[in-house]
Nanobody, 125 residues
Framework: QLVLVESGGDLVQPGGSLRLSCAASEVTFYYHAIGWFRQAPGKEREGVSCISDRGYVTDYEDSVKGRFTISRDNAKKMVYLQMNNLKPEDTAVYYC??????????????????WGQGTQVTVSS
């Protein structure tokens, strides 16, 4: 079974940077498209970014374009989310998730089959 573990969440000041990591348990990790999601208190889970199996195709939610960068290293079974110029509204629990398929097909949580437990990101002065 594919197990995903997020790490890197922390408390940072507005304008700061943070790098989240998602580690996968299986060598077949490279078959999967990966998404990053976030959920703030009282809010629904929203898709932040996704990346295709080979890493050549990515997309982002509008509010994070130009600030966040998703990447992956399939040899290391890792996916990253580099977050720059963080804002208080970025505060949320961040999750990585995998589809059974190689393409993102949008950023709907319903499209993803395997989920990590989340890591807390807090942006506050």
């Amino acid at each position: 079974q594919l197990v995903l573990v997020e790490s890197g969440g922390d408390l940072v000041q507005p304008g700061g940077s943070l790098r989240l990591s998602c580690a996968a348990s299986e060598v077949t990790f490279y078959y999967h498209a990966i998404g990053w999601f976030r959920q703030a208190p009282g809010k629904e889970r929203e898709g932040v970014s996704c990346i295709s199996d080979r890493g050549y195709v990515t997309d982002y939610e509008d509010s994070v374009k130009g600030r966040f960068t998703i990447s992956r290293d399939n040899a290391k079974k890792m996916v990253y989310l580099q977050m720059n110029n963080l804002k208080p509204e970025d505060t949320a629990v961040y999750y990585c998730a995998a589809r059974r398929y190689s393409v993102c097909a949008g950023r709907s949580a319903r499209e993803y089959d395997y989920w990590g437990q989340g890591t807390q990101v807090t942006v506050s002065s």
